[in-house]
């Protein structure tokens, strides 16, 4: 079974530029998650799909950020601009309902560096 | 607000040494608790999910325990080896919410 992917693995980018990650989730998983996970810390949730609709996108700052999963299966993330504190590894993750008891699988992650 | 607390941050043992990883919590009304590992460059990788009815799981050299009540949770990790060497995070799910993480334990094992 393949794993969740992501692309770009890694990016370097400028302040105020925009820069956008792409995730393949594992086949058949309904629930994809993005987590942002600086250096140091845990991740953090950014947005939660349920198939193409959102559940969750309480800690994404939407002034900046965005996420869409036109068709339930992949997703990308958008900054917009990007700032020096988005430097961070963004994980995608899926599983394959959104119950309490579901293990979530993660991607190797996109490591982005902003300048 | 849930938070999550691992001590210590960082161990170093030498090759074939028992240890415990600790987690503390601060709202014991959890649905589950996850324990995690996740290698430099790599993505996470679920180790044992504790359900808040259970007191622990087992998978080959690993144990994890859960005192909802108390707000605790330890990983013991029986003979270590090198391939241990990885940061192991523990999760929380405070109900149908996100996982709220720690900050990790990074683990060396020494040869």
């Known amino acids: ?115 | 607000k849930q938070e999550v607390t691992q001590i210590p941050a960082a161990l170093s043992v030498p090759e074939g040494e028992n240890l415990v990883l600790n987690c503390s919590f601060t709202d014991s009304a959890i649905y589950n608790l996850q324990w995690f590992r996740q290698d430099p460059g790599k993505g996470l990788t679920s180790l044992l999910l504790i359900q808040s009815s259970q007191r622990e799981q087992t998978s080959g050299r690993l144990n994890a325990s859960l005192d909802k009540s108390s707000g605790r949770s330890t990983l013991y990790i029986a003979a270590s080896q090198p391939g241990d060497s990885a940061t192991y995070l523990c999760a929380v799910r405070p109900g149908n919410t996100p996982l709220v993480f720690g900050k990790g334990t990074r683990l060396s094992v020494i040869a």
């Open chain 1, 1 to 115: 079974e393949a794993g969740v992917a992501q692309s770009p693995r890694y990016k370097i980018i400028e302040k105020r530029q925009s820069v956008a990650f792409w995730c393949n989730p594992i086949s058949g998983h309904a629930t994809l998650y993005w987590y942002q996970q600086i250096l140091g810390q845990g991740p953090k949730l950014l947005i939660q799909f349920q198939n193409n609709g959102v559940v969750d996108d309480s800690q994404l700052p939407k002034d900046r950020f965005s996420a869409e999963r036109l068709k339930g299966v992949d997703s990308t993330l958008k900054i917009q601009p990007a700032k020096l504190e988005d430097s961070a590894v963004y994980l995608c993750a899926s599983s394959t309902n959104l119950g309490t008891g579901e293990t979530q699988y993660f991607g190797p992650g996109t490591r982005l560096l902003v300048l």
